[in-house]
């Protein structure tokens, strides 16, 4: 094994392939790379993930890639912020193209940093920050408070049925799902395949405000504003014989949060007394979603 720059591996057709050696807690962006055309026992070069970096924004390059006379490369919108100067050596960069570098990083393969955790794609060097938004193998913190798991997308249902006691129900679109919820309840889950929804009761001065979201951690895949259509009756029963005193409804949309999970909505919510359980009745009602990205064969309300 050699360690060179990206010049020492310019004459050969390249499968990149990170470290086998590499976990996530390793910050270490060295990759190695092996010929295609020979056995991986055989010749190995290394070289730092970082060369592929704009030396003046640190973002990942990506084309069109600019040069000035002297060599110094700078991304398109540092080109454009330096007014075509080179900040090194004050040469002009404006309209010489780094085609070499172009052609490296579009033909340049990597895996994903959960690799270790068991994603197995193989992205381009210039998806990988976003796959990594949406990766399904990135360990997502659980949304209920004082809970300290951290875990898959994919595991989450295991983990709120396994941890989280009454505080959870299973969803079937386009029909009522009902449950309780007592006085120190403060988050109930609902969950179908793919799909969380968060059930909060957080005290204000009013009463208790129930409304619904969708946890920010668990929602990646659908896109910051995408809304849910949904009904929701709250009724308060007796603390001493569970019979309905009262019944409140409301006619919704539910948005993926687009900040904390502390942000408060504006309407659709209900208020409820501080002191007393509720029967919560949600169904949630058509158009059905496509996530925007990540896996495209999820689709939510699909019998
Ligand atoms: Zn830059
Ligand atoms: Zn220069
Ligand atoms: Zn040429
Ligand atoms: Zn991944
Ligand atoms: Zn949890």
């Known amino acids: 094994m050699r360690y060179g720059g990206v010049e020492g591996v310019k004459r050969r057709r390249l499968v990149v392939e990170e ?15 092996v010929s295609e055309r020979e056995a991986p026992a055989g010749e190995t070069s290394v070289f730092d993930l970082d060369l592929l970096d704009c030396t003046i924004c640190t973002e990942p390059l990506a084309a069109p890639i600019y ?8 991304c398109a919108s540092c080109s454009k ?3 075509n100067v080179c900040p090194s050596c004050k040469q002009p960069t404006g309209s010489i193209r780094c085609l070499a570098l172009e052609k490296l990083i579009e033909s340049l393969k990597v895996k994903c940093k959960y690799y270790s955790l068991g994603c197995s794609e193989m992205v381009k060097f210039s998806d990988k920050c976003y796959h990594e938004r949406i990766c399904s193998w990135e360990p997502l913190a659980c949304p209920f408070p004082e809970c300290s798991f951290q875990g898959q997308y994919n595991f989450f249902q295991e983990h709120v049925k396994l941890r989280h006691g009454d505080n959870w129900a299973p969803l079937v679109p386009e029909t009522d799902v009902s449950f309780f919820m007592k006085p120190t309840d403060r988050y109930y889950m609902l ?4 799909i969380y929804f968060m059930v909060h009761r ?9 409304y619904l979201s969708l946890p920010k951690v668990l929602s990646a895949c659908y896109g910051t504003g995408t809304s849910f259509h949904y009904k929701m009756e709250i009724k ?4 001493v014989d ?44 058509p158009p059905r979603l496509s996530p925007k990205f990540g896996n495209s064969s999820l689709r939510w309300g699909d019998p």
């Open 19 to 33: 470290s086998s050696t590499s976990t996530v807690s390793n910050s270490s962006n060295v990759i190695e790379t």
């Open 67 to 74: 040069q000035c006379e002297n060599g110094h490369v700078a």
């Open 81 to 83: 912020l330096t007014k």
């Open 191 to 194: 969950f179908d395949k793919g």
């Open 202 to 210: 957080r005290k204000s001065s009013l009463g208790d405000m129930c």
């Open 236 to 239: 308060t029963v007796s603390n």
């Open 242 to 285: 569970g019979a309905t005193l009262s019944s409140f409804k409301v006619d919704a949309h539910c948005c993926n949060e687009d900040s904390k999970a502390s942000s408060i909505p504006k309407d659709g919510f209900l208020i409820v007394p501080e002191d007393r359980s509720v029967e919560v009745s949600v169904l949630f009602l």
